[in-house]
């Protein structure tokens, strides 16, 4: 059976592997030069199979005048009809159950994902910077501890090893914490969450695939439409000629809607920019990833560097700011850990990217009402976490289906 993959960020590359493992011949399209250059390119890198928590709550409707009016410093929102229907069905899914099932979704894919990422790189040869850094949530005040503390008992009955730390505990678990600027209150603690580079996996899984499974890498080739007929896909027009296939896999995470829309299919994904600066650690960098949840800001220590992450800007695909959103997170990070990273290196390199965000936080995986395609997309914040289980989910369907 032949599958086109569309899309080789981590989520298609990682898709492309299963299928290749299930026996099928596999090409995979980008209309970047190199794979890993959406999302997937300068994340933090987390594996946060631990924090899983839905960003749809009760409690983000209190907080949504602010956003709207431009209060919060974390989120910038220039309202568009898209944004208007998206922001409909988010709203819709801030409700207490919705955010109970949607945190507890997303930890069952994560959970499967660290045993399926344990057992590829039983396998795979390279190196993609893995480690097993666990991770502190950092909570800043009791509002954050109470909100923590039901979702940990939560996380804990599913076989998580998420727990609440102490500010004491906290800093026996990561000393770097002494210099942090604001007051930790506590934090959650998964010594079992990994942290490894997203682009560097995703670009030696290609070396891979390549040489082991034969699979045909297009690059620097642009999908414009999906062709279907009878309730069919049978072809996907690549730089202007059709090619065809027994199965088609969409992974063009913040993409994917222009391009299922060309056979109706809307999968209600939107892009929310998100933006990183990688640096040489300072003189108490932190070894385990930590993240500030009052500025939803991130630390992930990655190889000999320091790698920042944050914001969630809802201004569709506008890349104007990047530049003055990514001095704001330098600026924001050296106040809150001053001695986390060499903030006046020269060798700083920032980047943006788009998170594939679906209303309720879960990735839309599996077949679509149009035979012979699938959908892999809308992993959001999660997409390198959710990887592993994702793909191998994608990869059966389609087998599944034929
Ligand atoms: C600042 C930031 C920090 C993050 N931190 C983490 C983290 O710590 N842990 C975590 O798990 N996740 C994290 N994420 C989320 C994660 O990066 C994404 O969920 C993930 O990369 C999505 O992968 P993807 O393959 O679906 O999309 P992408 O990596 O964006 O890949 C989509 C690909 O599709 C291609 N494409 C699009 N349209 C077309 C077309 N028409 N024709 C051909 N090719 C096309 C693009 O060129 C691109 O290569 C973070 C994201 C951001 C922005």
């Not at 000393?175 to 560097?200: F, T």
């Not at 990514?326 to 850990?337: G, P, W």
């Amino acid at each position: 059976m032949h599958v086109v993959v569309l899309g080789a960020g981590v989520v298609g590359v990682t898709t492309a592997y299963y299928l290749s493992q299930l026996g099928c011949r596999v090409t995979v399209v980008d209309r970047a030069s190199e794979v890993g250059d959406g999302a997937s390119f300068a994340n933090a890198g987390q594996l946060s199979y631990s924090f899983t928590d839905a960003l749809a709550k009760p409690a983000f409707l209190s907080h949504l005048p602010a956003l709207i009016l431009g209060r919060d410093d974390g989120a910038q929102v220039r309202l568009s009809p898209g944004l208007v229907a998206w922001g409909m069905r988010f709203v819709g899914q801030c409700t207490t159950r919705h955010a109970r099932e949607n945190t507890l979704a997303v930890l069952k894919i994560a959970m499967r994902s660290a045993r399926l990422l344990t057992e590829l790189r039983e396998e795979l040869p390279f190196d993609f910077w893995h480690r097993q850094a666990g991770k502190l949530v950092l909570l800043s005040d009791q509002a954050e501890i109470d909100g923590a503390q039901a979702t940990v008992k939560l996380k804990q009955e599913h076989g998580c090893d998420a727990r609440l730390l102490s500010r004491a505990e906290a800093l026996s678990v990561e000393p770097a914490l002494e210099h942090v600027s604001e007051d930790v209150a506590g934090a959650v603690y998964s010594g079992s969450d990994e942290v490894a580079d997203s682009q560097k996996f995703t670009a030696g899984l290609r070396d891979w695939l390549e040489a082991n499974r034969s699979v045909d890498f297009r690059l620097s080739a642009n999908a414009t439409k999906l062709v279907a007929s009878n309730g069919q896909t049978h072809a996907v027009v690549v730089d202007g000629d059709e090619l065809e296939a027994d199965a088609f896999v969409v992974c063009t995470g913040a993409w994917s809607p222009a391009l299922l829309g060309t056979v109706g299919i809307n999968p209600h994904v939107f892009p929310v920019r998100g933006y990183s600066i990688t640096l040489p650690p300072g003189v108490q960098a932190p070894s385990v990833s930590m993240t500030a949840l009052k500025y939803r800001m991130v630390y992930s220590r990655l190889d000999g560097l320091i790698r920042i992450a944050g914001f969630a800007d809802f201004r569709g695909f506008d890349t104007s700011t990047d530049g003055q959103r990514t001095n704001f997170l330098l600026d924001l990070a050296r106040r809150y850990a001053p001695l986390a990273a060499d903030y006046g290196a020269e060798d700083i390199r920032p980047w943006g990217g788009f998170r594939p965000m679906t209303p309720n936080g879960q990735p839309r995986v599996g077949p679509t009402r149009s035979r012979g395609l699938f959908v892999n997309t809308g992993h959001g914040m999660l997409g390198w976490t959710l990887a592993c289980a994702t793909g191998y989910d994608a990869a059966q369907a389609v087998a599944q289906a034929h």
